[in-house]
């Protein structure tokens, strides 16, 4: 499945890295998925999951949470409260670059983390749950021969999962003030709780909690023969498909109407990161990707920005041409346009006034199809030159750049 990779402003500025799960055919969802505590997006769990829902029509961000894995900052100054902002900010990306998240999903911490922003993600429908505490506090546990140590020198430096990580006094101070019950008893979304009966690090009274203090609908789906992480082969594939088929019941898929505007639409082009070239082009609920050709590096996977380049003259001088055969009822069966972009000598070309140096030139070629007479086929030859991106190309053009605020 097409995955791509980006950053986004996260909580303090910092740039957190994400990736961006797509499906092959059309998005049915987006979905946000927080993962678990020191993790990172790429943890086995996070991943194998995200595929699966991709495959099942769900786009999945996932993102690496302040100082962890590629993200800027650092983890020890990162917080519980951070981590919501930075679910926040990651909605908010994906509010403004494609569409809100209507699915979120939790794992071990991440899964308190979710429960908690999910009140500040209104277009949520759906909250997902796996080997979530029902108290953030339970963290504390993986470090709890620390603790007075911590609050005694302000930061310690602990190891968790074999890996050392400094963890400060604020970090304890600001899990402290977090209850989750009242954000779970207002939660007005559907929550689906999933957790092993053998989970040895996050217990599964923690999801019994849970369920008490939620209101309907709330569902439970034991993963038994699980462990937190998560870690059996099968366990990621299963939790897609309950999700999938659970969440269906609850959400709207994403609209794929037309929207008749005559406001112009931006096209947004952004790097997958997958190689040194590709990129995903977005123009309203249009995605295409671009590349270059091996030969230059790239990979070949989509039209290049010259092809694109021709593509949209083409494309314009076609349905330039249809929209006059239509309106002055002329058999014009099919149109073909070919074209080809080179580099000239401006010496060679006797109509330009550039005498000097190379110029760019494209050669088109109509292709007209229909019991057309030869005035007829004139006259189209002309409307061709009248598509508004040929006038573009042939004008002056003003190509005004500034840097994102």
Known sequence: ??????????????????????????????????????????VLAAKRIATALSAKGIAVLRFDFTGLGSSEGEFANATFSSNVADLVHAADHLRETRTAPAILIGHSLGGAAILAAAGQITEAKAVVTIAAPSDPVHVTH??????????????????????PFHIKREFLDDIAEHSLAAHIAKLHKALLIMHSPTDDTVGIDSATKIFAAAKHPKSFVSLSGSDHLLSGKRDGAYVADVIAAWAERYIEPVAAQPVASKAPRNVVVRETRN??????????PHEMVADEPVAVGGQDSGPGPYDFLLAGLGACTSMTMRMYADRKSLP???????????????KDCAECETREGMLDQIDRVISIEGALDADQR????????????????????????????
């Not at 402003?9 to 049915?28: K, S």
């Not at 004139?378 to 750049?401: N, Y």
Request: with cysteine; net charge neutral.
């Open 1 to 42: 499945m097409p995955n791509e990779r980006f950053q986004f402003t996260g909580e303090g500025g910092h740039q957190l890295a994400a990736a961006l799960d797509m499906p092959d055919g059309p998005v049915q969802a987006y979905a946000l998925f927080a993962h678990c505590f020191t993790c990172g997006k790429d």
């Open 142 to 163: 993986l470090f709890k021969d620390r603790l007075d140590d911590i609050r005694m020198h302000g930061t310690v430096e602990v190891q968790l999962a074999g890996r």
């Open 275 to 284: 190689s040194k070239f590709q990129q995903i082009v977005t123009t309203g």
């Open 332 to 346: 014009l069966d099919r149109v073909t346009v070919t074209l080809k972009h080179s580099k000239v000598h401006a």
């Open 378 to 405: 004139a006259r189209l030859m002309e409307i061709a030159d009248k598509c508004p991106v040929h006038r573009t190309l042939t004008s002056e053009i003003r190509i005004v750049t500034r840097a994102a605020e």
